[in-house]
């Protein structure tokens, strides 16, 4: 029986990729919008892939913000794309019970187990308290805080003043990535993999979260049976991606004995330092269940899930953030300037008023809200109605369905930023009082909206922030002409080619 339904799987995928060959290759260019027979409109999308970023605002603008994509019948991938603030402020706040990750989305992440990022419900909500119980507390902010003082001080000071010194091209974006590694491995697991030195090491934790990611992209782009019967075989993405959960396996289980190990020596010894400095892995392992009575902290696997959990939300997004931020100051030398005269006086080494300084600094969380406007790392959202509803731009969506936002999208919708969106413009953050202009959630929605916003968004804007004022106070960074810059198809919206620059010291008078 198993081998007559493989051979029909087969001869259909062998039929379904010689008519979208067809389709692809031999007929004239059509709309996205059109709907073939039984392709519907898989082949446009294939055909749009390279470009989907700039296809999407096209589309999506056409359609008034809002378009029902059609896939081949009986594969799962119909969605509702929609960048409407209304509808998202729908979805994600005001009707938000009625909306999950729901079970296709943990099917398609399913690397990352029972973490915060694909859980539902009463566990996500757990979850989500004990989260905010291990992250919210005064010491671990200050670990947090002298973690990241103390990457850049000792790493990526020391990095950028070697490649200044050779005069040679670096990676920005690969810099960046090490950098943010490091600092969120020791804030998950107290030890620094030192993936940040002129070494530049491979790392195979790294390298795993990047296969995750590209595998991920495509699940979503191909029939859910496909992907299914590839990773059976063990093949192309697919073939990576069960690698890359070995990896994972593997490695954090090699954490977790590792700490659990280190508390039993410690058991008994109450050293202050410890508590200053307790890593979101032993805060974990303590946690108290019988206040979260779902969570079972003796399981490894649960252990694994909200490691790993922590380590893909705060790795990428950060270092993604950096990359375009720079990458637009070397387009806009008056931002430079202006940011310039903001940080002149920061000082990053006085830590005890560490936080009230990065407060201050208006105008630079201005051109970071504009970079992250303009490229969200976590560039799409997926969701799907628990019951069928109506949106208010009058869609209607069943049960089970999915709904995507396109975050990259939103940020270029002239309809909800003006006629000026696709201009880089800090000035749009700041008040005529001179502070800090509040965007609302479902129109800023790079760290998501309503009861799932990003948990570690002070963290990250703290992190970006201090490396911003580092870098602009001591270097002149140089972006290497006639390289091509362009997102990288991915759960996160990467530099496809990363983002080679030379680095000088700057001298100060
Ligand atoms: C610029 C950097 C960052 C951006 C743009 C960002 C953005 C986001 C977005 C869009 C989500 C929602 C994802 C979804 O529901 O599918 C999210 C969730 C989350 N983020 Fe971040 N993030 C950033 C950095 C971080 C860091 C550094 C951490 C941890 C230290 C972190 C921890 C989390 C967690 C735990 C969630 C899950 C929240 C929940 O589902 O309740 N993020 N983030």
């Keep these: 029986m198993a081998s007559i339904s493989l051979l029909q799987v087969s001869v259909a995928m062998i039929l379904g990729f010689l008519i979208l060959h067809y389709l692809l290759f031999k007929k004239p260019y059509g709309r996205f919008r059109r709907n073939w027979p039984v392709l519907r409109m898989l082949p446009a999308l294939l055909r749009a892939l390279h470009r989907i970023y700039d296809y999407s605002v096209k589309i999506l603008e056409i359609s008034n913000l809002t378009f029902p994509f059609k896939g081949p019948r009986f594969a799962g991938m119909d969605m509702l794309v929609t960048v409407d603030p209304a509808n998202i402020h729908h979805i994600m706040t005001s009707n938000f019970s009625n909306y999950i990750k729901g079970p296709a989305f943990q099917d398609v992440f399913d690397v990352f187990g029972d973490g915060i990022i694909t859980t539902d419900l009463e566990l996500w909500k757990t979850l989500r308290k004990s989260y905010q119980a291990v992250l919210h507390r005064q010491e671990f902010q200050r670990f947090s805080m002298s973690t990241m003082t103390r990457k850049l001080k000792d790493g990526l000071v ?292 309503g009861p799932r916003t990003c948990l570690g968004k002070h963290i990250a804007l703290n992190q970006m922030k201090i490396v911003a004022v580092e870098i602009l106070q001591n270097y002149d960074i140089k972006v290497v002409e006639g390289q091509k810059i362009e997102p990288v198809l991915g759960i996160i919206l990467s530099m496809k080619h990363g983002l080679r620059i030379t680095v000088t010291k700057r001298c100060l008078a």
């Excluded at 050779?166 to 969120?184: A, H, P, S, W």
């Excluded at 504009?370 to 799907?384: H, I, M, N, T, W």
């Design 158 to 449: 020391p990095l950028l003043d070697h490649f200044a010194e050779k005069g040679t091209t670096v990676d920005l974006q690969d810099v960046f990535g090490r950098f943010t590694f490091d600092i969120i491995l020791i804030l998950v697991t107290g030890s620094d993999p030192r993936s940040l030195s002129i070494e530049m090491p491979e790392d195979e934790f790294s390298k795993a979260l990047d296969d995750v990611g590209e595998g991920i992209l495509y699940r979503h782009v191909k029939p859910r049976f496909l992907w299914k019967l590839q990773n059976w075989v063990g093949f192309g993405e697919e073939k990576k991606m069960t690698k890359a959960n070995a990896t994972f396996d593997r490695v954090c289980a090699k954490y977790i004995s590792g700490k659990r190990e280190e508390m039993k020596r410690s058991q008994g010894v109450i050293d202050k330092s410890n508590v200053e400095s307790e890593d979101i892995l032993t805060s974990f392992i303590k946690l108290d269940t019988t206040k979260y009575k779902l969570l079972n902290t003796s399981d490894d696997k649960f252990l694994r899930d909200n490691i790993l959990t922590f380590i893909i939300a705060g790795r990428d997004t950060t270092a993604s953030a950096l990359s375009w931020f720079f990458w637009l100051l070397s387009e806009n030398p008056k931002v430079v300037a202006k940011i310039r005269q903001e940080v002149i006086n920061t000082d990053l080494s006085r830590t005890g008023n560490g936080q009230e300084n990065l407060d201050k600094l208006v105008y630079l969380q201005g051109a970071l809200c504009e970079a992250l406007r303009l490229y969200p790392p976590v560039c799409f959202g997926r969701k799907s109605p628990i019951k069928s509803d109506v949106l208010p731009s009058g869609h209607k969506v069943d049960a089970n369905s999915n709904i995507v936002i396109c975050l990259y999208a939103l940020g270029r919708m002239r309809a909800v930023w003006g006629e000026d969106a696709l201009e880089f413009k800090p000035e749009r953050w700041i008040t005529e009082s001179g502070g800090i202009k509040h965007e609302p959630s479902f129109k800023f929605l790079s760290f998501n909206a």
